[in-house]
């Protein structure tokens, strides 16, 4: 994997676990906040994601996409955002696939 993807990845992850953690304590759900600590300690001791975290982090990455297009197209977001999201989207995706996660997309997507 190319060194800007990886950075990338590396970034959305850790906004990843920082956005869950924040969320289990404000919604005080124990269950969410021990996922994320122990995907987090398996990151830090393994060197990968375990369990959801695979699953977890490519949806994350991909509403954070479509945050930023649905923003764009309201008139207060750019394609600036858009390219980092989509940019960012692809790189987590490819990260997962370099350490043999097969990740099946329709969970990543929201369900309309």
Not at 65 to 87: N, P, S, Y
Request: no cysteine; net charge negative; proline share 4%.
């Amino acid at each position: 994997m190319d060194p800007d993807g990886e950075t990338a990845a590396h970034r959305m992850l850790d906004v990843y676990f920082r956005h869950w953690e924040v969320k289990a304590a404000e919604r005080n759900a124990p269950a969410i906040g021990d996922e994320i600590a122990r995907q987090r300690r398996d990151w830090e001791r393994e060197g990968r994601l375990t369990g959801l975290g695979p699953t977890w982090l490519l949806k994350f990455a991909t509403e954070a996409e479509l945050t930023a297009i649905t923003k764009q197209l309201e008139g207060k977001g750019d394609d600036e955002e858009i390219t980092r999201t989509t940019f960012a989207r692809a790189a987590v995706k490819r990260w997962l696939t370099a350490q043999g996660h097969v990740v099946d997309e329709s969970e990543t997507l929201p369900k309309w």
